[in-house]
């Protein structure tokens, strides 16, 4: 199947995609809830798009397109209000988080689909590993070339993202001391990690894909695990590095950020992205994976070692302009919140100490889920009041 | 030989344990049939066939024993149970009243019509409304099973066991008073035991959570603490002449909710649970006699098909309301099948306050070995054709 032309999309428009857990309140384990809890939906309108992810006790969420931070966030709020009351019928938790704290992987069930099925027969045990929950975010494009130009541009960033939504501590019942061990698991697989450097639609499609392509190894885009990859049907760049956050209101801010970010670097005031820029991106990612906003990185064009934290702080300062042009200065701001109380995976290690289970720390990732955004002191008032 | 008898008698019931696993496992492997229908069918055989050999004295011992690992069975069932889901889900609580109301009514109805005394009547239509714990969770953690019917089928056996615990022990008690004259000990026997029983489920309930929290190792295992509580909550409701049934299940749902944190338990409580759940579904069946099976096959058939079809409509009547499929709700109802053990344990325990109701109850022979035998598997394949069990054709 050769690639298909690059679809034009008006620049800067967004959607989100949340990949969310289903959790059993009657244990806190996973649960294969997806097709009954799709059953219950399907009876009423959705206000946006559900759909089954690879193994049944995960589901996928879409918005539609949005252009501000307001309707976007109106919109996951809609969403989130209509999964929470379907699962309070079911007995079924719905939650945020990237990885499941406890669950055992060899009890997942692969969702009946053609296509899971398929990627369940080659990956294996991968497939199953991959009961991990990520947020997508889409960014409009007009060319293939801007989406190309946007995607290298943007790996220097990658590091805010991770440290960011990060909210997978614990995998198996452990500490694993990263704040995203969510990316471990994706990184395992061979079609994994970064884009290769083109930076022409017509170069990636001759170059890249259509010998790709040759090889066998690939039939489609969707065969590709980049942590940024271009997605021509939509007209569409996608972030996938962010874990799913606790809130729906940290994911609209995240995917605010972002559209912040490529409105500043479409003005093209940056030194243009270098292939040998990537030749810190591993390294800054595990930092981000491994530490989270207090990790350090080194800065892919002066090499200079920056803290996230700091370097985040001045990113945000920067994008302060482009947020008001936006309207989304809300976003932002929840994101300074966020450097200073720390990410979801700060706050999922102190609910541990202080529930002293993991089960303790999944019900407060439930209560949390539901509400909006959380008081200044980092804690909600349901997790107060229970 | 003559030395010889007595070893034989000691060697009887290890004996008989290591017959029933091995047929269990492969019958299992050859079947893919519950193991537990198949230990009650080893067990109903041994006990007719080797009735002489196995000594009398020992049945106190195995009693306790059996009660012990239906114990664990009953604390993990209230362990899984979610209190406030009833609240967010008030149909759910519907379903299950309407379901074990209906089969109380229409079991007492046909029992009665068949030409039973009244008061056997009542009693079998207060045991048809239990779905028994011990064949649900032990068909559901041999599936894996998770889905909606699973989580139903763990809440309404709960609820309707519940029921059919204190509406037989009112019904005991009403009969005790018709025959005795004895206002006090019809009293005794019924709703003060009940309320005993349940206190002490739930002090256990807060106490050990609370015990494990000073302990600091929540993070750990609480498999053992339980167990060793639930040992601990038999014996003494044993001696009392308690409840444990109501004790037990009691004490899980406590644990549970008045826990400050959620311990994880090893499904089925491991290794101990598989060996205790052998000896309760073997010893279980050894208690039934073949001629009084065969004496009340009749009525016992046509109580099966009243209970099944009353359980099965009463629950499919609210699937849609409380929030799942006509289909999804009749498989939850068809998985409410299992009985035996629930009902045989309860009179085994009215028989030890010196009401034999065995004798004057003819069909529940034949209703229990039935059910012992089909019920799990009636509850498998519900789960199975509700496509709650994991995909065998995925090999790792």
């Known amino acids: 199947m050769p690639l298909e032309p690059f679809k034009y999309s008006e620049s800067l428009t967004l959607g989100v995609e949340l990949e969310l857990q289903l959790v059993s309140l009657s244990d806190f384990d996973l649960t294969a809830a997806s097709p009954d809890m799709l059953d219950l939906l399907a009876r009423k309108p959705f206000p946006g798009t559900v759909t089954p992810e690879i193994t049944e006790s995960m589901i996928e969420i879409a918005t539609d397109v949005h252009t501000g931070h307001t309707q976007l966030l109106g919109q996951l709020r809609a969403i989130r209000d209509t999964l929470v009351k379907a699962g309070d019928m079911l007995n079924v938790g719905v939650c945020g988080g990237g990885t499941h704290p406890f669950q055992k992987w060899s009890e997942r069930k692969i969702f009946s689909k053609p296509r899971f099925k398929q990627v369940s027969t080659l990956y294996g045990y991968l497939a199953k590993q991959f009961t991990v929950f990520g947020q997508h975010v889409h960014v409009g494009c007009s060319s293939g070339d801007e989406a190309l130009f946007l995607l290298h541009s943007l790996s220097r960033f990658v590091p805010h993202f991770i440290a960011l939504s990060a909210s997978s501590p614990y995998v198996q019942g452990r500490d694993t001391l990263f704040n995203s061990a969510r990316l471990n698991s994706v990184f395992a697989f061979p079609l994994s990690g970064r884009a290769p450097f083109l930076l022409r639609w017509e170069d990636f499609e001759r170059d890249y894909f259509t010998r790709m392509e040759d090889t066998g190894i690939v039939r489609s885009m969707k065969d590709f695990y980049w942590d940024i990859r271009p997605k021509p049907e939509y007209g569409t760049i996608e972030l996938r590095v962010c874990d799913t956050p606790l809130t729906v209101d940290r994911a609209a801010a995240l995917a605010c950020y972002l559209q912040a970010l490529c409105c500043y670097l479409l003005e093209r005031k940056e030194a243009p992205p270098a292939e040998d820029d990537y030749l810190v991106y591993n390294y800054n990612r595990f930092q981000a994976c491994r530490f989270g906003l207090d990790g350090t990185i080194v800065h892919p064009k002066t090499h200079e070692t920056l803290s996230i934290r700091e370097d985040l702080l001045t990113t945000l300062r920067n994008m302060e302009p482009y947020a008001d042009k936006l309207g989304s200065e809300a976003a932002l701001e929840h994101l300074y919140h966020v450097t200073h109380v720390g990410s979801d995976a700060h706050y999922l290690r102190e609910e541990y100490a202080t529930s002293g289970s993991v089960e303790g720390m999944l019900n407060a990732a439930i209560h949390r889920f539901r509400e909006d955004s959380p008081l200044p002191d980092g804690r909600d008032a349901a997790h107060l009041a229970h | ?396």
């Open chain 2, 1 to 396: 030989m003559q030395d010889l008898l007595p070893i034989s008698y000691q060697l009887a019931w290890p004996l008989a344990i290591l017959v029933a696993w091995i047929a269990g496992e492969f019958g299992y492997r050859l079947t893919r049939l519950p193991r537990i229908s198949i230990y009650g069918l080893v067990g109903f055989l041994f006990g007719n066939l080797a009735s002489g050999v196995l000594p009398q004295s020992e049945t106190e011992t195995l009693m306790l024993l059996a009660s012990v690992g239906f114990g664990l069975i009953l604390f993990e069932l209230g362990y899984r149970i979610n209190l406030r889901w009833l609240r967010t889900n008030p149909w759910l609580g519907v379903t299950g009243a309407v379901e074990a109301i209906a089969t109380f009514g229409l079991v007492y109805f046909v029992a009665d019509w068949y030409g039973s005394p009244p008061l056997a009547s009542l009693l079998l239509a207060s045991l048809a409304m239990s779905t028994s714990p011990a064949g649900i969770m032990r068909v559901l953690n041999e599936q894996q099973s998770s889905g909606q019917v699973t989580e139903r089928v763990l809440h309404l056996s709960a609820l309707n066991c519940v029921l059919a615990v204190f509406a037989f022990k009112v019904i005991v008690g009403i009969g005790v008073f018709q025959t005795s004259g004895n206002l006090l000990q019809a009293a005794s026997n019924s709703l003060a035991v009940l309320a005993a029983s349940a206190g002490l489920g739930a002090l256990l309930g807060i106490l050990v959570p609370g015990l494990l929290r000073r302990l600091g190792n929540m993070a750990q295992d609480a498999t053992l603490a339980f167990a060793i509580a639930v040992i601990l909550l038999v014996a003494v409701t044993h001696a009392f002449k308690f409840s444990p049934l109501l004790a037990t299940l009691t004490f899980g749902i406590v644990a549970r909710h008045r826990r400050v944190t959620l311990n994880r338990t090893q499904r089925n409580f491991g290794v101990m649970g598989d060996l205790l759940a052998i000896l309760l579904f073997f010893f279980v069946a050894t208690t039934l006699d073949w001629r009084q099976v065969a004496g009340g096959a009749g009525l016992a058939l046509l109580l099966i098909a009243t209970r099944f079809v009353t359980k099965t409509l009463g629950v499919t009547a609210f699937s849609r309301l409380s929030g799942i499929s006509w289909r999804k709700g009749a498989l939850t109802g068809m998985a409410l099948t299992p009985i035996s053990v629930f009902a045989i344990l309860l009179l085994e325990q009215t028989r030890r306050l010196g009401v034999d109701l065995v004798d004057g109850l003819p069909p529940l022979a034949a209703m229990a070995l039935l059910l012992e035998v089909v019920g799990p598997i009636i509850t498998q394949r519900a789960l199975i054709w509700a496509k709650e069990t994991p995909d065998t054709t995925e090999n790792y």
